[in-house]
């Protein structure tokens, strides 16, 4: 089994869901309130860590992928 702390598992499991936010064509700045952060800066910054590229970046790698 994989050892992670809880918040560990909160943090991914939002990530996940701002994933699919951002790929259903939610605003940054509104995955970042539904998702509970306090600003989407701040939310920015924890995706970037997490997902290794920006809410924005991560969007646009979606629909080229759908185009493509």
């Known amino acids: 089994s994989r050892a ?9 499991r939002r ?3 701002a994933k699919r936010m951002l790929a259903s064509g939610e605003s940054v700045k509104a995955i970042a309130f539904a998702m509970g952060y306090a600003s989407p800066s701040s939310f920015t910054f ?3 860590r997490a997902v290794g590229t920006s809410p ?3 969007r646009q790698r979606q ?3 759908l185009d493509g």
């Open 4 to 12: 992670c702390s809880i918040g560990d598992y909160v943090e991914r």
């Open 15 to 17: 990530m996940e869901t």
């Open 46 to 48: 924890a995706f970037r």
């Open 56 to 58: 924005s970046q991560f």
């Open 63 to 65: 629909l080229r992928a």
